[in-house]
């Protein structure tokens, strides 16, 4: 087993409390960034295990026009970034985005199952980080809807606490609506520090 790449130095914040008073966040604005699955170089720019696998489709966790739905043996990888220097392999960050899969393609990209959005800070991100500290990626099954909101994103960490809809953009720091998976109101919000589209 190889490990190659590089990391990404992530900055923790203050962990806060949900609900209860805690430190202002005034000053603290999301950070929204378009993932980048390989460096100038071709290498990954997260730290890779290499696997073999294909994908079949395009992502269902992201837009992007680079991003695809893949198998490693029976686990379903989404999203996996591809890139046009980088021919036969994609990169498969994990929810932390410290490490991830580089997958050494077994079948060509599927292109004609490809999505079509271009990589923009304008897409709805498909992993945060709150401010708490706790990686959330987006669910690409079958969920629920609470109040209108689809449980969207699942989350890293103790607990069970999920995000519902989108981030609310209008103003910073980026917020979300957080709540239990098994909840039946959606009465607070969490803060986001980071966002990758």
Request: charged residues 15%.
């Amino acid at each position: 087993m190889r490990v190659r790449g590089i990391v990404p130095t992530v900055a923790l914040a203050v962990a806060i409390v949900l609900g209860v008073a805690g430190p202002s966040f005034a000053d603290v604005k999301t950070q929204a960034t378009v993932f980048e699955p390989f460096a100038p170089d071709g290498s990954p720019t997260v730290r890779v295990q290499e696997r073999s696998g294909y994908c079949w489709t395009g992502s269902l966790a992201t837009s992007r026009r680079d991003a695809w739905r893949c198998l490693r043996g029976s686990f379903i990888l989404d999203p996996c970034f591809s890139s046009a220097a980088v021919p036969g392999t994609v990169v498969c960050p994990n929810i932390g985005m410290i490490n991830g899969v580089e997958l050494d393609l077994t079948k060509p990209l599927p292109r004609k199952y490809a999505n079509h959005a271009r990589p923009s800070l304008r897409l709805q991100p498909w992993n945060v980080e709150l401010t708490s500290g706790r990686h959330c990626v987006f669910a690409t099954g079958a969920t629920i809807i609470v109040e209108g909101k689809r449980l969207n994103y699942g989350c890293n960490g103790h607990g069970n606490g999920v995000l519902w809809g989108y981030p609310d953009r209008r103003s910073e720091p980026w917020t979300i609506p957080f709540a239990p998976y098994n909840t039946t109101s959606l009465t607070g919000n969490t803060s986001i520090r980071r966002a990758w589209m």
